[in-house]
């Protein structure tokens, strides 16, 4: 009986942890790298809160569901009729090509639509999976991903000032709490953030890279869990890709995203490499 009372108080204390890094890591002192290995969700998933449903073909049609083992995993954007703009730690723990499927022209999570087997994938070499240093992924679909409002979208032209307001949108969480990922499309528009200002909001989970910006009002809009791989966008250019946060719009942490003008090179080199075979 003792050994029992034993069980069911960890039991307790791990389902009371589970909650400490979205509940409480932004009012106490606390060391974040730590607890977020501990207790949140893992970050293949890490980082729309605050915003609005929309659609696919409102946004522009440039979104895809990418699935693995029939499951949502990330989201992506339609660069080419062939290629799939991501984030490369959505692959992580997912090595089996033949499982990923991409889905284009759908709102709604699970939803019938255009649906492709991927033939390749291509990440970065330099990519980093604790410090998510070069979080780019690039997929090459089997067939073209065409239909009705499917269109893809440019990459970013000019680099990002602090301040410019962007718009992210995907499947993920409207709160930390939320399990699973939402069944509706949503969209929030989000300003960029001083880099050396989220570098020290940062500085005790990680270091931020040159590869990363940060957007998001603090306590209020947000990329969160499961809106990873999407694309967050400037004047119908992709500019940046959802990487990762501690928590979903908190008073402290910014979302973090790829820097596409950053990684652009290796996009681009990719592109012509995968486009070639």
């Known amino acids: 009986m003792d050994m029992l009372r034993f069980l069911f108080g960890c039991l307790l204390a791990v389902v009371a942890l589970a909650r400490i890094d979205y509940v409480l890591a932004e009012d106490i002192k606390i060391d974040v790298d730590k607890l977020k ?30 699935y693995y083992m029939g499951d949502f995993i990330c989201g992506g954007t339609l660069i080419h009729e062939l290629i799939v703009l991501t984030a490369a730690h959505c ?24 649906s492709r087997d991927i033939r390749e994938i291509l990440q970065p070499a330099t990519f980093n999976s604790p410090a998510m240093h070069m ?43 939320q399990i699973g990922p939402q069944k509706l499309l949503r969209t929030v528009n989000v300003p960029v953030i001083d880099k050396r200002t989220c570098r020290a909001a940062y500085r005790t989970a990680t270091n931020l890279s040159d590869t990363m910006f940060c957007a998001g009002v603090l306590g209020k809009q947000d990329a969160c869990i ?37 990684v652009k090179p290796f996009i681009e080199n990719s592109m012509k490499v995968l486009l070639e075979k």
């Open 37 to 66: 290995k501990l207790v949140t969700p893992s970050p293949l998933h890490t980082r729309v809160v605050g915003g609005s449903v929309t659609t696919n073909a409102k946004l522009g049609g440039y979104i895809i569901q990418l």
């Open 91 to 114: 692959f992580m723990g997912r090595p089996h090509i033949e499982d990923w499927m991409a889905v284009g022209g759908v709102s709604t999570l699970y939803e019938e639509g255009e």
């Open 135 to 177: 979080d780019v992924a690039l997929l090459k679909m089997v067939t073209p991903m065409k239909g009705k409002d499917i269109k893809t979208l440019a990459l970013c032209t000019k680099p990002l000032k602090t301040g410019t307001v962007l718009t992210v949108s995907g499947w993920g969480m409207t709160h930390a709490e």
């Open 226 to 262: 499961f809106d990873s791989g999407g694309p967050i966008v400037r004047n119908k250019e992709v500019c940046g890709i959802v990487s990762f946060g501690v928590g979903c719009a908190g008073v402290h942490y910014p979302g973090v995203y790829t820097d596409v003008t950053y």
